[in-house]
């Protein structure tokens, strides 16, 4: 629940009042007084829930690949490549199996974040409201309470790093090796592919594209760069096409002038990926011809690909 009212959205106020017994309060109602005050600073403060939020984000527009080790596998003399040795049909089902335990994780880290917001919310106005609220609550009843509240932050904090991949059947074949190797399976995280809207352009007929991987200085994987117009009249055909490319930036030189158009980057599909459901999106508009002049097609970085025209 978001706090969008100024009486709920009032942590600093509440963070700095002392934490002091005042005369006359009841040693049960000071002691939960301080325990939500401190739970509050140490976790649910606006600050905290703001970067929780920002990590789940993040973590939402990933890339989730299978992981399997040992990566290679002796057989009779020598190591061979353990992906040679899976069952393609096993290796198929590990692979649903992934992509069902990604979105559970994604479900269940939104219902943790949707749970600390609103549990915030309501332990701000218990403590602002003095003994009224504290003076009608067990003492015990209050200490789970914070308890379970603690435990579902770090069960949250946990669960943003991918972990294991449960399987209950080989992914190798009993032909296919003598002595079945023991595999571990892991899901692992690439951080999402994001155009750089300052480095990102149009001209006439042409535009500049420029993207980075976050959390990733050096770019490993080849990307799927599309373009799709928009906007197009009804007695027109929309202009379209699709790069492969291997590296962060790319020159399309065979746009329509003044014309708007949708670009979107994403990585190329691996063999491994279980979920992968967002990409970035970018709308630039070409100018009119006569407002820039076109560059030389035999410019650095250009690659050269069929494009789709219908």
């Known amino acids: 629940m978001a706090e969008a009212t100024s009486n709920n959205d009032t942590s600093s ?44 984000d993040l973590l939402r527009k990933s890339s989730f690949f299978i992981s399997i080790l040992p990566p290679k596998t002796l057989v ?27 979105k559970l994780q994604l479900f269940l880290l939104q219902k943790y974040l949707e749970e600390m917001k609103k549990s915030r919310t ?45 399987i209950k059947h080989q992914l190798i074949s009993s032909t296919a090796a003598r002595h079945l190797p023991f595999l571990r399976l892991f899901l692992k995280t690439k951080g999402p592919v994001i155009f750089d809207r300052f480095g990102s352009a149009a001209f006439d007929n042409w535009a500049h594209l420029s993207w980075h991987v976050s959390g990733q200085r050096h770019l490993t994987d080849s990307f799927e760069l599309r373009f799709q117009q928009i906007n197009v009249p009804a007695n027109e055909v929309a202009h379209s096409g699709e790069f492969i490319v291997e590296d962060s930036t790319f020159k399309i030189y065979i746009l329509l002038p003044d014309k708007t158009y949708e670009f979107s980057i994403q990585r190329t599909k691996a063999s491994n990926l279980v979920y992968d459901e ?33």
């Open 13 to 56: 106020s509440v963070i700095s009042v002392e934490t002091e017994q005042d005369e006359g309060e009841p040693p049960a109602v000071f002691n939960c007084r301080k325990a939500c005050l401190k739970l509050i600073d140490d976790h649910l403060c606006v600050a905290t829930l703001k970067d929780l939020e920002g990590w789940l």
């Open 76 to 102: 009779g003399p020598e190591y061979i490549n353990t992906m040679l040795l899976v069952d393609p049909q096993r290796y198929k089902h590990i692979k649903e199996m992934g992509t069902d335990q990604t």
């Open 122 to 166: 309501e332990l701000v106005e218990m403590v602002q409201s003095n003994e009224g609220e504290f003076s009608l609550t067990k003492q015990e009843t209050f200490s789970q309470y914070l308890s379970e509240l603690k435990q579902i932050v770090n069960d949250f904090r946990n669960m943003l790093v991918p972990g294991p991949l449960h």
């Open 278 to 310: 967002w990409h970035d999106v970018i709308t630039l508009s070409t100018r009119a011809s006569w407002e820039h002049p076109a560059p030389q097609l035999n410019a650095i970085g250009d690659y050269k690909t069929e494009c789709d025209t219908t």
